[in-house]
């Protein structure tokens, strides 16, 4: 997810470390912060992980990191 402000995404952060996503954590993007829940060494292991978080969050997407 992507949110506004760094109090609200601390909040949600915090609130997936609670449901059982140890890894949850915030990353800056310009003027809001998105939410991920996990890394993963590959696209392939992203997406299968995806279609599973998916059920419980349906707006879940995978975040692809800038080429070096």
Do not use: C
């Amino acid at each position: 997810g992507s949110l506004n402000t760094l109090e609200k995404a601390n909040r949600e952060v915090a609130r997936l470390r609670g449901l059982g996503y140890p890894k949850a954590r915030l990353i800056p993007a310009g003027n809001n912060y998105r939410i991920s829940i996990a890394d993963y060494p590959t696209e392939s292991e992203a997406q299968r992980y995806l279609r599973e978080i998916q059920a419980g969050f349906p707006d879940a997407w995978v975040l692809k990191p800038d080429a070096p």
